[in-house]
């Protein structure tokens, strides 16, 4: 006899994938930034060997580290303010944030 409880991961029958959120689906700050950074440098690059405008390295690096500085101040306080909004409303008590002691 037994008393081993059967796990879900032994349980056969439909397993269905969890439901994305809002929040899962929103891209980082901070990758959005970078990325940016990239496109920029690499852009400044090309322009800069088809002979269309000379570029001093010291005042591109400057200007892409304050750019870079501001957006990632901006962005995390826009993404705070969002959280702390909630976006949506849970009126109806069925969020995550709800009283139900068996919601995990």
Known sequence: MSTHEPTRAFET???S???PTAQA???RVGTVVWGLIVLALAALIVISKLGLVALNGNYVLIGLMIGAGAALV???LLSARSRKGG???QDSGSGPDSADPDHR
């Open 13 to 15: 029958g439909p397993v």
């Open 17 to 19: 994938a969890p439901e």
């Open 25 to 27: 689906a929103r891209a």
């Open 74 to 76: 901006i962005g995390g």
């Open 87 to 89: 976006g949506s409303s």
